[in-house]
């Protein structure tokens, strides 16, 4: 019984163990060329065996690129600082694109991510409030424009009906970090994206 347990056990671990490593292709441009067949002639009939290969791309196997954390640099918590900032635009400033780690795309202080490639590095410029979500990060990033001019309670105390002409907009950005299933979002420090994952 024992030697039948430890077969199906040793069959298991090689089936794992026989699963493909991820691989990763890029596009190769090939120019047209003359291509040959060796057919042992020392003639100088070149004609012979021989056909024209067209301009074409080949898939050629490249490294795999590991996704990795990258922090924002801007400022993203709501302020007259603030600023809207899209994943694309934090990736590309050092040559990535945007990817996520098990559908997480972002961190935050309330949001932290400790997992994924280069999680420790990540600065929590605006503090960190509890570990929600599990410290798997955010699944998406949403920029704000709060014109605060028309907030009553910063201009106009309790008034709601005051005369005159409407203020001039002026407005504070911001970009968060949340998660799809949440309800109601207030925007705090702790909220603001201060990192993107990328790959």
């Not at 120019?31 to 791309?57: Q, R």
Request: charge should be positive; aromatic fraction near 8%.
């Amino acid at each position: 019984m024992s030697r039948l347990v430890f077969s199906i056990i040793a069959i298991l671990l090689c089936a794992g163990g026989a699963q493909a490593a991820e691989k990763c292709y890029k596009d190769v441009f090939v120019e047209a060329k003359m291509e040959c067949a060796g057919n042992g002639s020392h003639s100088a009939d070149f004609t012979s065996g021989c056909h024209a290969v067209p301009a074409h791309t080949e898939k050629q196997e490249v490294a795999c690129q590991v996704g990795q954390w990258v922090n924002i640099a801007a400022s993203t918590r709501m302020g007259s600082t603030g600023q809207r900032v899209t994943q694309a635009q934090v990736c590309a400033t050092v040559g990535l694109a945007p990817a996520n780690i098990n559908g997480k795309v972002c961190a935050s202080g309330e949001r932290p991510a400790r997992q994924g490639n280069g999680w420790e590095t990540i600065i929590y410029k605006y503090g960190l409030k509890g570990g929600g979500n599990g410290n798997d990060g955010g699944d998406k990033l949403e920029s704000y424009a709060k014109d605060i001019a028309r907030n009553g309670a910063l201009h106009y105390g309790s008034c709601s009906s005051c005369a005159g002409p409407a203020p001039t907009p002026v407005y504070n950005y911001g970009t968060m970090c949340y998660d799809r299933s949440m309800g109601k979002k207030n925007n705090t420090q702790q909220d603001a994206a201060i990192a993107v994952y990328c790959k």
